[in-house]
């Protein structure tokens, strides 16, 4: 059997497969440990991955969030490519792929705890009280005290030296960082820059050692959970590219993926960039510049061009998509469209027609309830196409 004949038995057994996952819950040790809205289930790209490809084999995701497909593709032995315009999601995508073994993140992240006590000791809580960066809205987001303690820590980690613990360090505090806001209703408050309406204390102390230690019981499940070979002791190291997707897969050489999973996002149903306002206020980034590249952004779901430009900008990126994928190899997508907004599946299916795909499986599976962006989205379609 060939290579393609081999691709075609396989896209064919997924058509058997229950892709609602019934009960929901993702299996991956990273889901809960950072905040993003529209949460990937894990379970779609480790079918697809294992089925589609093998090992040493490259993936590629163009929309990584907050890195799901390239934690699955590293934890089954492929070589892992993600871009994403937020800089948040790439903090979050390097920091859960990082092709260490677990000790090591354990023994960057303890020493650092250590620094952190001795910082706390030497007098750290006075020198950098008031110290945070100016666009954070200290006093908006945050009760006083709470405010003071993330400003120690805060102050700690830029005087970090060792490039791996600071690394893991912000994403840990950035993790801590919706937990500690005294907003209690929604994120979607936090997103829309709504003052909250309590002043709730929070240990902002306790959470991100809580933080830490999840980070770290999360390194040795994913190694736990690893298949063993004996050819590639270690996790093949993940590229993360920050930027616009189809400008930057203009970087990537030709026919050098094996396999597209990605889950673009969906046209006027979240603002990505947006919701991470907390941890983008402490990295210095203006969020509007990003908002105004961003691709289906909720705010732009109003402009009368927004679905026209939403498309030529997927079908800028699947064009790229093409060059890249090897021939007779797979892209796959999870679309998900709104009752409220414009139909998705019939321009997309043009759109790949059009680059040069043709399609094998298209099929709808339901949203669990937890994972709903918004509630009346309530399922999505996943279109898996070869290249010809």
């Not at 890195?67 to 490519?81: D, F, H």
């Not at 993940?238 to 094996?258: F, K, N, P, Y």
Request: neutral net charge; aromatic residues 8%.
């Amino acid at each position: 059997m060939t290579q393609a004949q081999e691709i075609r038995s396989s896209i064919y057994r997924l058509s058997e497969l229950d892709w609602d996952f019934p009960g929901d819950k993702s299996d991956s040790p990273f889901s809960d440990l950072h905040f993003h809205p529209g949460r990937f289930v894990p379970q779609i790209p480790a079918a697809l991955i294992g089925s589609l490809t093998e090992a040493g084999d490259c993936v590629l995701d163009p929309f990584c969030g907050a890195g799901t497909t390239l934690v699955e593709a590293q934890r089954l032995g492929r070589r892992p490519i993600g871009v994403d315009l937020n800089p948040v999601s790439c903090l979050v995508s390097r920091a859960k792929t990082f092709s260490i073994a677990a000790q090591e993140v354990e023994a960057h992240l303890m020493s650092a705890l250590g620094r952190f006590t001795d910082f706390r000791l030497e007098g750290g809580n006075a020198s950098c009280r008031f110290s945070y960066p100016p666009d954070v809205q200290l006093q908006k987001w945050y009760h006083p005290e709470t405010g003071e303690e993330l400003c120690r820590i805060w102050a700690f980690i830029q005087q970090e030296r060792n490039h791996i613990a600071r690394q893991l360090l912000l994403f840990c505090f950035s993790s801590a960082l919706m937990a500690c806001c005294a907003e209690t209703r929604s994120w979607g408050y936090v997103c829309d820059n709504v003052r909250p309406l309590e002043r709730r204390y929070v240990d902002a102390d306790a959470v991100f050692h809580d933080k830490v230690a999840s980070f770290i019981d999360a390194y040795r499940r994913r190694d736990s959970r690893r298949l063993p070979r004996k050819e590639q002791p270690d996790p093949f190291p993940a590229l993360v590219m920050q930027g616009d997707a189809a400008t930057r897969l203009t970087e990537l050489e030709d026919q050098s993926i094996d396999l597209v999973v990605t889950s673009p996002p969906y046209f006027g149903v979240v603002d990505y960039v947006k919701a991470q306002r907390l941890t983008l206020e402490w990295f210095g980034l203006a969020i509007e510049p990003l908002r105004r590249q961003e691709t289906g952004a909720r705010s732009k779901r109003h402009r009368r061009t927004a679905f026209d430009q939403y498309m030529e900008e997927l079908a800028a990126t699947v064009s790229e998509l093409h060059r890249l994928l090897k021939q007779g190899r797979t892209l796959a997508m999870i679309v998900g469209e709104s009752a409220k907004r414009e139909a998705v599946k019939d321009r997309l299916l043009q759109v790949l027609q059009a680059e040069g795909f043709e399609s094998d499986l298209t099929l709808q599976r339901k949203i669990g309830l937890r994972r709903r962006q918004p509630a009346s989205l309530v399922s999505e379609l996943l279109i898996v196409a070869t290249k010809v």
